[in-house]
């Protein structure tokens, strides 16, 4: 949050608060295009199958089926050499490719999920069929979708969800007037206006909510009012340590709370 006086006097105090939405933006974008990379990019079923008839005749389909396409490549099995794990390249990931040996060149299984030993050993089956006649049969299928959708979708959500909330969350005026006896908490989003008002002298305390999640702590100024109905300055915690610091000390100072009880507070930053 950045903490603006806009106006203070010795009966009035007029506070704007923004919110810092850099961040959320950013996160929000990185998060969107991390699942919409998952979704599009890593989200594939990938199905080898080898068919042997007799010692000489058979055929292998290799089926891809991706978010955007599909796509099916057929081999006679007479024209295949083998496979191998090629440890002088590397993929898009950042793994040894598994090869499929052709009379006329090599093409790439993608297999996401398999590291270098599972792709060694897919590979030792794959030539075993090819080159002997003693396997009839061998179906080789991952399918990364049942990971990549549901982590995508999650961080598209998430995405939209910081987004949203610094949207929801625009500028907070906060007046506080003696001469009105009234605290009045204007809450300006995009899509919406909230307004809340208290008297002043229903204030019984001034205090800072704390919300931690791991290491990370953010804060909400909170208005005590004898009905027990507290008023939060934000819809959520939204404040720094500096900001939570510095807006608790200009309305404690502006109601004098640090001459009476009512002043507990400890700086935080």
């Known amino acids: 949050m950045r903490l603006n006086i806009l106006q203070q006097t010795p009966t009035l105090l007029s506070l704007s608060l923004k919110p810092r939405g850099l961040l959320y933006w950013f996160f929000g974008s990185i998060f969107i295009a991390g699942g919409i ?36 490549k057929s081999w006679d099995i ?39 030993t599972q792709k060694k050993r ?5 030539t075993t069929i090819i080159q002997g006649s003693q396997v009839s049969q061998l179906s080789i299928h991952e399918d990364s979708r049942l990971w990549t959708y549901p982590l995508g979708l999650f961080l598209i959500l998430s995405g939209f969800v910081c987004i949203i909330y610094i ?3 625009g500028t907070i005026i906060c007046i506080l007037d003696k001469k009105l006896n009234k605290v009045t908490i204007e809450r300006q989003g995009v899509f919406s206006k909230d ?45 720094t340590a500096q900001s939570a610091d510095q807006t608790f000390e200009a309305i404690a100072n502006f109601l004098n709370l640090e001459d009476s009880n009512l002043f507990t507070h400890n700086s935080l930053s």
């Open 37 to 72: 990379f998952l979704v599009t990019s890593l989200s594939r079923a990938t199905t080898l199958t080898c068919n042997r008839s007799t010692p000489t005749q058979g055929s292998c389909q290799l089926v891809t089926k991706g978010f955007l396409k599909s796509q099916s």
């Open 78 to 116: 007479q024209d295949l050499q083998g496979a191998k794990l090629d440890t002088k390249t590397t993929d898009a990931w950042g793994s040894y490719p598994l090869l499929l040996l052709t009379k006329s060149g090599s093409f790439s299984i993608d297999l996401i999920n398999a590291d270098s």
């Open 122 to 126: 897919l590979a030792a089956q794959i």
């Open 167 to 169: 949207a929801i969350n």
């Open 195 to 239: 307004v809340m008002e208290a008297k002043l002298s229903e204030i019984v305390g001034l205090d800072i909510d704390t919300f931690t999640v791991d290491s990370s702590s953010s804060y909400n100024i909170v208005f005590r009012l004898d009905s027990e109905n507290d008023i939060y300055l934000a819809n959520g915690p939204m404040f």
